[in-house]
């Protein structure tokens, strides 16, 4: 059993009613959280029950139940209740991440409310406030900065941010084993992008890699059959537990980047497949408005994931390829 650590809480995104406050929160010295009309919640006399109430209530109350307000309450709860001073923050910003390390308690600063800014906490920026390029983090960091929930715990992640922000120290240099890394990253990319493989041979090299982290019934769909998932597999979770996963493949070279419409088919396919999970997965980059588009479609409920080249190097690097064929 993974046992929590004495510092660490992980901030996923910090931009409330999807609006960019990245900046603001840095020059400020704050991390920042939604839900600014659910007042009262630093009220250390709450319990869990009470808490999620007030949540509910003001947020989710035309919702036969806590299905959506819970997991909103869960967010605000580990803000609020259960972050303390010392913990680390990660803050996910596109292609790169920022660390804090909070400072001080969680606050209601009721002129914010109107730009859903209210909730706050003091921080100390880490890293001379310099972003932290994604690259450097290992393949459970980039997943766990993509949780769908705005806060989640990331204690098991301790020693490794700790490990990426001596990486990134001015004059640092790299150890030999990330240099290795990112240097077969670089060369995995460039294979992809070399030309020697079509659409054909991506959509195969994906569904390897799914077989290769555990997946069954992998199917790739060409044509007619093709109603925006180009690949649907399963997904089993401790042999209990069944997910149909569709992924939306886009073989592209880093530029252009991929837009908002391949997250749109994407959730056709999902629709169509009944799919629980969803993948983009390309060998370039996404553009900022496919970013902001798949974040919106996971407020209204997709499980959306956008997995770039990079990533999806580093995935086929530390999940390896299976060598049988995909249908």
């Not at 307000?69 to 680390?88: C, N, P, T």
């Not at 310099?130 to 766990?144: E, H, K, T």
């Not at 690949?231 to 252009?256: D, G, M, R, W």
């Not at 391949?262 to 629709?271: D, K, N, P, T």
Request: charge should be negative; charged fraction near 30%.
């Amino acid at each position: 059993m993974i046992q929590k650590s004495d510092q660490l809480v992980y901030v996923r995104r910090i931009y409330p009613g999807r609006v960019d406050r990245v900046e603001k929160t840095l020059e400020s010295d704050e991390i920042i959280i939604g839900w600014s009309e659910a007042r009262g919640l630093n009220n250390r006399e709450l319990e869990w029950e009470d808490f999620r109430e007030i949540v509910h209530e003001t947020y989710y109350s035309d919702e036969p139940d806590y299905r959506v307000s819970g997991g909103a309450s869960g967010s605000l709860w580990r803000f609020i209740v259960e972050m303390k001073k010392d913990d680390l923050v990660v803050v996910p910003y596109w292609s790169d991440f920022y660390i804090a390390e909070v400072t001080g308690d969680a606050y209601h600063d009721e002129s914010k409310v109107g730009e859903d800014t209210a909730w706050r906490r003091p921080v100390k920026w880490l890293n001379n406030k310099q972003p932290i390029p994604r690259r450097l983090a290992r393949l459970p960091l980039i997943s766990r900065m993509k949780a769908y929930q705005t806060c989640v715990y990331a204690d098991d992640l301790i020693d490794e941010i700790k490990d990426v922000l001596s990486l990134s120290a001015e004059g640092t240099q790299p150890r030999f084993e990330e240099d290795l890394r990112q240097r077969l990253i670089e060369q995995v990319i460039k294979e992809i992008n070399s030309g020697r493989i079509d659409s054909n041979g991506f959509e195969r090299l994906v569904g390897s890699l799914l077989e290769g982290m555990g997946a069954k019934d992998i199917e790739i769909r060409h044509g007619v059959s093709d109603k925006g998932a180009d690949i649907v597999a399963n997904i089993n979770i401790l042999n209990k537990f069944s997910l149909i996963l569709a992924v939306q493949e886009k073989h592209y070279t880093p530029e252009p980047p991929v837009e908002q419409n391949a997250i749109e088919q994407l959730v056709s396919g999902m629709e169509a497949e009944s799919a629980d999970l969803g993948w983009v997965v390309t060998s370039g980059k996404y553009s900022k408005d496919a970013e902001k588009f798949a974040d919106k479609m996971k407020d209204e409920g997709y499980k959306v994931e956008l997995i770039d080249g990079e990533e999806l190097a580093a995935m086929i690097i530390e999940s390896g390829l299976s060598v049988r064929n995909i249908t």
